[in-house]
């Protein structure tokens, strides 16, 4: 690969552009009809209790709600996105022992095998009814639901994720969660809340005239591919201009997709346009065929997303390609075309 591609990729931070959320009704906002109490979560559109606690859908509905936005019975605090959010008893010395809450949505797609990915929520602590916060919020990724229906404790059996380095806090503004995830692939659902059981959780009081719970609201959750993670190598996109897209750009939910393939190669021994290779954006994997006029395979590689050909040795004239790209809903676009050998 040239090394022009490679300075050109560091001018281009992959951070600054959106990226394709597996999580649907990401913030909230989609609903089934309006929530007037709680353990309502079933009516926005998608989510739901993962058990039988009575997790909550909170949302501006126009009417003084007991679970509206932002004013509501359990605290005050205003939607990060929109006018919704989610809320959860995360932890509770009250009641029921060991009783706990959860939000679980199936993804827009499965996770690929392999690829490292970046799980984030935002939280904020409601003031009214917390007594304590916790470092132990967490996150579940699996392939089947692992809702247990009349389950109001800890859901078990489950990869831990490591605690926060400070408690949870924070009641004023929202703060963001985020962890790194390796999919073992054909992960389906995401689970949120406190997966530690009761004795094992880190609390603090925050609040001793609480009702006895750590509850938090919960609002911008997304499941990213990580584009950083050493399985793309350092310069992914191969000096992809996003200013420059091609006919060949399309959004995928809000992310963009697109790759730019030369038609003309000049083996001149100048340094520049010598190996053939694509500039992409959004894609995760390319492989590609390389035939000459007579049909004979001159190059094929299923690591093309970060490889070239380089066709010194192949003859002037004209070969042609079948370039398939993956998606990160795990679909496949396809490209064929010609290059010309000058």
Avoid at 25 to 39: A, K, L, M
Avoid at 102 to 129: D, F, M, N, R
Avoid at 266 to 290: C, M, P, Q, V
Wanted: glycine content about 8%; some cysteine; overall charge negative.
């Amino acid at each position: 690969m040239s090394k022009v591609a490679k300075a050109l990729f560091f001018l281009i931070p992959i951070t600054a552009f959106a990226q394709y959320n597996y999580v649907p009704n990401s913030s909230f906002e989609e609903y089934v009809s309006c929530p007037d109490g709680y353990s309502q979560m079933e009516r926005c559109s998608l989510w739901k209790a993962a058990t039988s606690g009575t997790s909550d859908y909170l949302k501006d509905c126009g009417f003084i709600s007991s679970v509206g936005v932002p004013s509501n019975n359990i605290g005050f605090q205003e939607a990060r996105t929109g006018v919704s959010y989610a809320g959860i008893i995360a932890y509770s010395q009250n009641s029921i022992a060991d009783y706990k809450e959860y939000i679980e949505v199936k993804l827009k797609a499965p996770l690929l095998e392999g690829y490292q990915y970046t799980i984030s929520y935002h939280v904020s602590l409601a003031e009214t009814v917390s007594t304590y916060a916790i470092k132990n919020l967490g996150f579940v990724l699996s392939p089947q639901d692992v809702g247990v229906d009349y389950l109001f404790g800890t859901i078990e059996n489950v990869p831990l994720s490591d605690p926060g380095d400070s408690y949870y806090s924070n009641t004023s503004e929202w703060t963001a969660l985020s962890f790194s995830y390796i999919a073992l692939g054909g992960e389906n659902y995401l689970t949120l809340g406190n997966f530690e059981t009761t004795p094992f959780t880190e609390t603090q009081i925050v609040n001793p005239s609480g009702d006895g719970f750590a509850y938090y609201f919960i609002d911008d959750v997304s499941v990213e591919l990580d584009y950083n993670s050493a399985v793309f190598g350092e310069n992914y996109g191969n000096g992809y201009d996003t200013t420059q897209t091609s006919d060949n750009a399309y959004y995928l939910d809000g992310a963009l997709m697109d790759v730019i393939i030369p038609n003309v190669i000049t083996i001149n021994a100048d340094g520049i346009n010598e190996e053939f290779f694509i500039k992409y954006w959004g894609y995760i994997k390319a492989e590609i065929l390389i035939i000459d006029r007579w049909g004979k395979e001159v190059f094929n590689s299923d690591t093309f997303i970060n490889d070239s050909w380089n066709p010194t040795d192949n003859a002037d004239g004209v070969y042609f390609y079948i370039l398939k790209m993956l998606r990160p809903d795990g679909a496949w676009d396809d490209f064929q075309g010609a290059i010309q050998i000058i």
